[in-house]
């Protein structure tokens, strides 16, 4: 079948999603939609609806390669790719106008969700409590921020969350909504977490055993509030969670390049240093009191129900294409 080559401002997307010029993990997910939209809209291949199937997955594949460990990105990517398929439009104007529609729709399914749990979230936020967040999650902040508009009398440590220090982004937009935030190095979360009486952290990943992927440093935070009896909430939209899980897939961690930590004249002057850069770490549910979706406040253990629930059908094709023959054996 004839390749039709990627418009560029589709790998443009895709590497501001690899270098992370654009990142978090709903934000990636929403331009992987739009970038979707893009490539339908400057489609120039032949009048022909499964050649056009074919270039969506092209496009599909380059931006699912961008960065492997936020579940976000494939299923934003699956929610428009997936439905084409299913629907088999039967002409061009047709099959372009599904993929506009299936990107609108996911791009505002997920900026509503964020706000939806900012709704939920904040009702377990008090007046006085003292809340440590962790890297740049919209919609951890969306829940700080909405019990700070209902005049909640709030206060924020935000980790400075190296080696790319998004804590810096946080710490920002905290301030621009007049709320009273400190950043602290990521060393210091056990030596503050006297003075945290909650942890709020958003979600690149939800294992169906309710296992969340996070920033890296989210563990050892979960870590020291579980020893400080501090609560632990993670805000994650239900396209975090992810299908594959269900089936013992695992979640792959991202590595970035070391020099995102020490600059190139000292990997050419310690050449015998081995630097790694992992960008992600697990914590297990049993260091998390809830998770914060936008269909409500879940215990972590729950995350296989929401897995079902939203994406029932998707884990049976997943499952079909992986293991053809047992697939077809459980029909
Ligand atoms: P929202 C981010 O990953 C952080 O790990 C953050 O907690 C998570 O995505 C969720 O972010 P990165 O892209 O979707 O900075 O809540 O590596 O904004």
């Known amino acids: 079948m004839v390749k039709i080559k990627c418009p560029v401002e589709v790998l443009q997307i895709a590497n501001d999603i690899k270098t992370m010029k654009i990142r978090g993990a ?13 490539a339908a809209e400057k489609y120039e291949g032949p009048d022909d609806v499964e050649v056009f199937i074919a270039y969506i997955d092209h496009a599909a594949k380059i931006l699912l390669e961008t960065r492997p460990t936020a579940v976000s990105l494939p299923n934003a990517i699956m929610y428009v790719t997936t439905r084409l398929r299913r629907k088999r439009p039967i002409n061009m104007a047709e099959a372009k106008a599904l993929v506009a529609k299936l990107s609108n729709e996911f791009i505002k ?8 749990i900012g709704i939920i979230g904040s009702r377990r936020i008090l007046s006085g409590d003292v809340v440590l967040t962790h890297c740049n999650s919209t919609a951890a902040l969306s829940v700080i921020i909405h019990a700070h508009k209902q005049e909640k009398d709030i206060k924020v440590y935000a980790t400075e969350t190296r080696p ?8 920002r937009i905290l301030l621009s909504e ?15 977490m006297k003075k945290v009486n909650k942890v709020i952290v958003g979600a690149d990943t939800v294992a169906a055993n309710g296992a969340v992927v996070n920033k890296i440093g989210t563990s050892n935070i979960a870590l020291a509030a ?8 993670v805000a994650a939209e239900t396209y975090k969670f992810s299908p594959a899980t269900v089936i013992g897939e695992l979640v792959e961690i991202e590595e970035r390049d070391p020099r995102e930590m020490v600059d190139e004249k000292y990997l050419k002057e310690n050449s015998n240093v081995t630097v790694r850069n992992p960008a992600f770490d697990i914590t297990p549910p049993e260091y998390i009191d809830a998770i914060i979706t936008e269909e409500g406040l879940i215990p972590p253990q729950a995350a296989y ?27």
């Open 305 to 331: 129900l929401i897995l079902i629930e939203k994406f029932g059908w998707i884990i049976q094709d997943y499952f079909i294409s992986k293991y053809p023959s047992r697939g077809e054996d459980e029909e």
């Open 178 to 192: 007049g709320i009273d935030v400190t950043l602290i190095p990521d060393s210091a979360v056990r030596y503050i």
């Open 226 to 233: 579980h020893e400080a009896r501090v609560r632990v909430f």
């Open 26 to 38: 709903g934000r990636i997910a929403r331009a992987a939609a739009k970038a979707l939209k893009i």
């Open 109 to 116: 399914y997920s900026l509503t969700a964020t706000e939806k």
């Open 164 to 171: 790319k220090f998004q804590g810096h982004i946080t710490a």
